[in-house]
């Protein structure tokens, strides 16, 4: 498996044309352990019928590589996610409009979130396009929802997240649910998680049951 991805700047994934009236997410993948969890919530989102501009740290397409079983070479980040709403964004491309605050979008989240990106994002180093994007979420006050995946946290990693959530970010750890009962499929865990994101993300959904009232 070689570390030396295609730089790949911008490209639609099947090059066609944007369609339906949907929203408009950046999807940062970083180097944490978790990469199902991005493959789901991107799946949602374009199946969904929103628009996806997805970007994956070099160690970030390592662990999907590794965890998801994608050969490294191959096109794309998700391979099998091809769909006219998804654009693929190399990190050091700049040009990503998610790069500034005069185009729109209606939010990003950055899942897995490693804890080094996390600490990049609390002190305004914005040296790669996840944490610049990250940035302008934060500065135009649009919704930016972090999965951080890491045990056990250190005070320098609380800390920044602390930080992060009082500049307006929202912290969505993967913690494991029991609504469902033990025992349940990874599946249904993985979909837990990725409805909290949606959540924050304003994206209606229906990936967990709800609490209802008591009958």
């Not at 990003?108 to 609390?122: E, G, Q, R, Y």
């Not at 250190?154 to 602390?162: G, M, T, Y």
Request: aromatic share 6%.
């Amino acid at each position: 498996m070689s570390p030396d991805f295609p730089d790949r700047s911008s490209e639609p994934a099947t090059g066609g044309e944007k369609t339906g009236g949907g929203k408009t997410f950046a999807i940062g993948v970083t180097g944490a352990s978790g990469a199902v969890l991005a493959e789901r919530l991107v799946r949602f989102l374009l199946d969904s019928d929103h628009r996806v501009h997805l970007c994956a740290s070099r160690t970030g397409r390592l662990v999907i590589s590794e965890e998801l079983e994608i050969e490294s070479e191959t096109r794309g980040i998700f391979p099998h996610l091809e769909h006219p709403n998804l654009t693929e964004w190399n990190e050091r491309n700049f040009h990503a409009p998610f790069a500034s605050g005069s185009a729109h979008f209606d939010g990003m989240a950055i899942i897995p979130c490693s804890l080094a990106t996390v600490a990049a994002i609390a002190h305004g180093l914005s040296d790669n396009l996840l944490r610049r994007g990250a940035e302008v979420m934060l500065k135009e006050k649009r919704r930016l929802v972090l999965v951080p995946r890491e045990s056990p946290l250190s005070v320098i990693h609380l800390e920044n997240l602390l930080a992060v959530a009082r500049a307006g970010g929202t912290i969505i750890p993967p913690v494991l649910t029991f609504y469902q009962q033990p025992g349940k499929e990874v599946e249904a865990q993985v979909d837990f998680v990725v409805s909290r994101v949606l959540d924050h993300l304003g994206v209606a959904n229906e990936l967990y049951p709800r609490w209802g009232g008591a009958e």
